[in-house]
Structures are given as C-alpha cells and as structure tokens.
C-alpha cells in the first residue's frame, strides 16, 4: 500500500509541475543512498550556478511528503574535497518553507547561504538527509532462521524546483544478494553497489521512481521511548541514568521460538535478530550497570580506553521482529569532564542523545536534575526540541529541585550533539545538607543523653507493673505450648513418613515400631503440657486468649486420633494383602479430615504466634 502511494505521488508531482526556478539551476548532482543499516542516509553534493539577474543567498531542497515524514536530520554543509560527508559545527540555516505555485504533496526547505551567490557564480556544498522507517520489510513475517529482505523506493532523478545539468545516484547495500531493482537507461551494478545514470538536462521536478528489494539483516533496534536522566551533583559527580523501552522494528517473526534449533543447526542463528547493543560511553565513565525490571543482568562487557569506553550489552534473550524489551543503563562521570563556568554562569555540556550505535529514537526524554538552589537556568542545543521545568524532591531536599525537561521526537546517531544547560548557583548552597546532617546528629545525641538521665523506671508495687509481669509470665507459657504443638506436628509427620515407607516397601513390623515410638513420645509431651494448661486456666490475665489455645489443644487431639485412625486402617489392609488402590479407598474420607484439621491447627498457631 505504501509503495502504490509513493508511486502516485512521484507520477502527480511530475504532471503538476511548475515551471523551473531561473534563478537558479543545480550544474552537477551527486546522490548516494547508503542503505547499509535500517537508518537511510542520502549524501548529496550540489553544484548550484546563480543563473538569474540578481544576486542569491537561498536555495530550495524539496522532498516529497510521504519521504519528508520519515525525515530525522538534514544538515547543509559547505563540500570539501576527499572528504565524507558528515556531521560538522560549519552548517548552514535550514527553514521549512512554503513557497507560491509549487506542486502539491512536495515539502520545502530552505538553505541560507552565509554568503550571497552572485551573478554567474557558482557554489557546491554537501546535503546530508537521515531518514527513519524507509525501509519495509519484505516479507513482513519470517521465521525464526530466515534471512530479512526489506524494500526500498526511491527517484533516480534527484527531485528539485531547479534544472539540473548533470545528475548521477548510487545505492550502497550492505550485500550484494539483490532480490530485484528497478532498471533504467544507463543503470548498472557492481557488487553491493547500484548505480544509476549520469542523467543531462532534467527539467524541474523531473522523477523516475526505483524500487530496490535486497537483503538486510543487521537488527532493526528501535527505542520507542529513552529517558535519560542527568544528575548533577557538585561533590565531583554527574550520575547519568537512561531507561530504554526497546522494540525490533525488522520483519515480524512467525512461528513459535525454538531455543534447540539453534543448538541443532548450527547454521540457524536468526540472521536478523537483535543478540547485542554497543553503547560509546565518555572515557572515564564509571560505576556502570545494566539491568532490567528483574533485577541486575550480567551478559555485558565493558572495556575503555583514553578516547571512549565501550559497553556491549546482551538482552536477556534474542530479539526477533516485533519483540520488546526494556532495561536500564546507568554510569557516573567526574564533574569536570561535564561542567564548565562562563560569565558568572555555570553550564553543563553534554551529548544529548543515546550511545547506542545505529539506535532509531521515536521519543526522547532527558532530564536534567540540577542542585537545590538553582537559577536563572536555561537550555540551547543545535536542534529545535521541546522544554519545561519540574521540580524533584530528593533526599535532605526542602524546595526540591528544578529539573530541565528536553523532549525530542524521531532521533538518529546524528543528533548525539553536544547541549548546554546554563544556571546560577551559589557555592554556600553546598553547606545546606551537610550542615542539615551535622544538626539532626547533634539533637539525635542530646536526645539520647536526656533519656539516659531520665529516671522513667516503673515502681515494681504499681498495678500498671504487676499486670505487666504477669502478662509477661502467660505469653511465656503460650510461647511453650506454641514449641509443644509444633513438636507434636512433628511427630505427626514421622507418623505419615513411616505410611509412606509402608506404601513404598511393604514392610509392617516397621511401621508399628514407628507407631510406637511415637506413642512414647506424644505421651511425654502430653505430660509437659498438662501444668502449662492449668497455669493458663488460673491466671486471670489469659483470659482473652485462653479459649484459642483451649482449641489449639483439641485441634491437636482430635487430629492426633484421625491419624492413629487412618495408620491402623492401613497397617491392617495391608497385613490382609488388600490391592493398593482398595487401601487408598479406605483412607481416603481419612485423609480429607486429616487435611482439614491440619490447616485448622495451622490457622491456630500462626493466631498464637502473633500473640
């Protein structure tokens, strides 16, 4: 559907037309496509002639609306020789313009050159336009070892309001496996390399659309949303935090994963899925981690030399088309590799995007947290973006502090540009949570001093103090019925372990042996209980709780009859030799009572427990 659009669109600018700039006329055009990732970056060198009366300081680039919507970064630089394209501090003013009597579905922008273009004069400089989601996949479903193939479309005339003399396009792939492409007068292929033209005298607006199909298997890593927080603390550091919700933007996977085909098939290793991030930290970040909504994750490595240091980071499992993931990295950096003073003003210079190689941003968030006490604060970076102010409560905070709000939409590595946020802040602010720590010390101290000096005895003839002991005397004697129920569960479940024997190896004499022990035993602490009870009974301070451990006490014999009954159902089944699902029967109304008096006594003790 995109690609019919796209197809309409070229074909109804081309027929609605206006006529050519004359001012102005593009002597030599040099496009390269670079469709080596899922990012598309067309580098374009222009040779513009001033071919009017008068002399000129603009020229329009033009785009068309479907391609101007994926439109990440567009950058004007002056052309130099021998030399990449790429993003450089010399650029000049670009404005979205609307000018009169142009087609329809174009959109237009405006370069301002620092020095007027005079008459007969020429000028090349170098265009660099980013584009984000140009590339679909084809098909959109693969299975899980299938190799990705994407399409792309494009004009193999390079779309202008101008004439152009001379014009030529190349499209670098990052593989030489073509599917298809579309084919034209003077089109050739040389490896992972299709060329098309040169091309002589286009009129304005002249189009010719390509379609090129081939195979892309590098992860379509997308971060649907990145916030990064930026702490700034004027003890020496700058903590920086960054939560990623992350989305493989690739073809879809069909199928369900299989972890053992990988492991069978050596050769079967999901070409396209996403299996590790490289992120270029500064050099002398430290205190680095890496986890997830889990906790820590330890599949990551970090090493770092004097330029950069380098983080590669493995998700918890392989990303396929269409799975999400979301995680957080976080590192600290000495304060005077990211704050700086100028005019009484201090600012903090940092990257404003992601250090995610090759990383395709939809919504970026960064917050700046500056120090308690800021002001006059102000933000600057080299792109239009979104601000406002907040405020964090933190730890030893009073007023909370400001916290500069950037927001940004559709981000590429190409805007990992250095911003500033500027703000004044007064150096005794510092002493605040310092001094605020010495003072609840000092009054913690005294307080303590006062209480040690303090006579808050109680007089051991008061009622308030007789009451309390004996209460102290009743939680104790509750405490040892607690510890004498629990040792007649335990002697329980020997009761149930030597059934279980019985079950398993037949052997009766055991299980009466095991039957008699037990009887010993639960006679001994039925003796060690008899005195506890009657101190309870007598004492008027158990009164509330008495009746609970009362119940407690018949719980635990009426559970202890239900068993010894259900043991001498099974000892006698199986000295008559009964079948083992016939004795299961007999047991089995046993066994439901058992059960429920269990967890009755269960409920009882954790009652008393808490007294």
């Known amino acids: 559907m995109g690609i019919s659009r796209f197809v309409l669109l070229v074909f109804t600018i081309s027929m609605l037309a206006s006529p050519a700039l004359s001012d102005l006329v593009l002597s030599k ?61 010399v650029s000049f003013p670009i404005d979205v313009v609307k000018p009169e009597d142009m087609p329809p579905g174009v959109t237009f922008y405006s370069v301002s050159f ?86 002589e005298n286009l009129p304005a607006f002249s189009s010719s659309p390509i379609t090129v199909h081939f195979e892309n298997n590098l992860p379509f890593a997308i971060a649907q949303e990145l916030v990064r927080e930026i702490e700034i603390s004027h003890w020496g550091n700058v903590l920086v935090t960054e939560h990623y919700k992350l989305i493989h933007g690739g073809a879809q996977s069909k199928g369900e994963f299989s972890r053992l085909e990988p492991q069978a098939r050596e050769n079967v290793q999901g070409p396209s899925a996403v299996r590790y991030l490289v992120a270029h930290l500064p050099p002398r970040a430290h205190s680095v981690y890496y986890r997830d909504a889990i906790g820590n994750i330890s599949t990551s490595h970090l090493r770092g030399d004097s330029k950069k240091t380098e ?53 970026l968030i960064v917050k700046v947290v500056l120090p308690e006490g800021s002001s006059d604060i102000s933000a600057a970076a080299p792109f239009f973006m979104k601000q406002w102010q907040e405020t964090k409560i933190s730890h030893l905070d009073i007023v909370g502090r400001a916290v500069v709000v950037l927001e940004k939409t559709n981000l590429v590595p190409e805007h990992n540009q250095y911003f500033q946020v500027y703000y004044k802040f007064n150096r005794l602010s510092m002493l605040r949570e310092p001094l ?3 003072s609840g010390i000092f009054f913690f101290f005294v307080a303590c001093i006062v209480y040690m000096h303090a006579d808050t005895s109680i007089s051991k003839f008061s009622a308030s103090y007789l009451a309390k002991q004996q209460w ?30 019985l079950s398993r190896t037949g052997e009766v004499q ?28 007598s004492s008027p301070s158990a009164v509330q709780v008495l009746s609970k451990v009362e119940e407690l006490v018949a719980k635990e014999r009426e559970l202890l009859e239900k068993l010894m009954a259900k043991h001498s159902t099974a000892v006698e089944a199986y000295e008559k030799k ?31 427990d808490e007294i």
């Open 311 to 363: 983080l590669l980071i493995e998700p918890r499992y392989p990303m396929f088309g269409g799975w999400r993931t979301a995680f957080t990295i976080g590192y600290g950096l000495p304060l005077q590799d990211c704050l700086y003073e100028s005019e009484g003003r201090r600012f903090l210079n940092m990257t404003f995007s992601s250090p995610m190689i090759e990383l395709v941003i939809d919504t």
């Open 29 to 89: 055009v040099d496009r390269r496509i670079y469709l080596t990732s899922h990012i598309v970056r067309i580098s374009s060198t222009l040779e513009v002639e001033n071919a009017g009366p008068e002399t000129v300081s603009k020229v329009l680039l033009a785009f068309p609306d479907l391609q101007a919507q994926n439109l990440a970064y567009l950058m004007a630089s002056p052309h130099e020789a021998k030399a990449k394209v790429k993003v450089s501090v």
């Open 578 to 608: 009964s079948g083992a699902r016939d004795i299961e029967n007999r047991i089995a109304l046993q066994q439901q009572k058992i059960t429920a008096l269990r967890q009755e006594v269960d409920d009882l003790l954790e009652f008393i």
């Open 114 to 199: 620092p020095q007027g273009l005079t008459v007969g004069a020429s000028f090349t400089f170098d265009v660099l336009a980013v584009f984000t989601h140009a590339l679909r996949p084809m098909p959109e479903q693969i299975g899980q070892a299938d190799i990705q193939l994407v399409l792309y479309q494009d004009s193999a005339y390079y779309l202008s309001p101008y004439v152009v003399k001379v014009q030529s396009l190349s499209l670098k792939l990052l593989d030489s496996r073509i599917e298809s492409y579309t084919t034209l007068e003077s089109t050739k292929v040389q490896g992972s390399e299709i060329k098309y033209g040169p091309y």
């Open 436 to 438: 605020m720590l010495i």
């Open 472 to 501: 102290e005397e009743v939680r104790v004697a509750i405490q040892q019925v607690h510890n004498i129920i629990c040792r007649c569960l335990a002697t329980h479940d020997k009761l149930e372990a030597s059934l279980r024997d």
């Open 510 to 537: 055991a299980c009466k042996a095991a039957r008699k022990s037990t009887d010993g035993l639960l006679k001994e602490l039925s003796k060690e209980l008899k005195p506890l009870m009657t101190f309870l009974q």
